[in-house]
């Protein structure tokens, strides 16, 4: 027997920071409820939206606790990527936007 629950958005005011987040849940599951050893999984996609600023989070759960994710400004830029384990560490970098490389005109009547 298995239960799946998608529960509602959360919304959290941080008093410190004066700001409002909203928290959009993943989904968990629960399997093995009648017999055998009871299992709980959570996966999905996971949006945090910070109100105050306008920024917005996407996180996508994968297996065994990984997970990647993009920070969007309040424009909807990119801006940063997540990464990691739940279990172990999770790491971001920024993401530049910046040209590093561009081809120079060619000479003419170059032979």
């Known amino acids: 027997m298995e239960i799946t629950s998608t529960l509602n958005d959360v919304t959290y005011w941080l008093e410190d920071y004066n700001e409002c987040i909203t928290v ?8 093995n409820i ?3 050893d009871v299992e709980r999984h959570t996966y999905g996609t996971m949006t945090v939206t910070n109100h105050t600023t306008g920024e917005k989070c996407v996180v996508e759960k994968m297996g065994l606790g990984e997970i990647k994710g993009v920070v969007f400004d309040k424009e909807g830029k990119e801006g ?21 490389w561009r081809m120079k005109p060619l000479v003419r009547n170059c032979n």
Request: proline letters at 0%; glycine letters at 6%; one cysteine or more.
């Open 24 to 31: 959009d849940r993943l989904t968990t599951k629960i399997s």
């Open 80 to 100: 940063l990527q997540l990464y990691g384990s739940i279990y172990d560490a999770i790491s971001m970098k920024k993401i530049f936007e910046e040209e590093i």
């Open 34 to 36: 009648l017999c055998g």
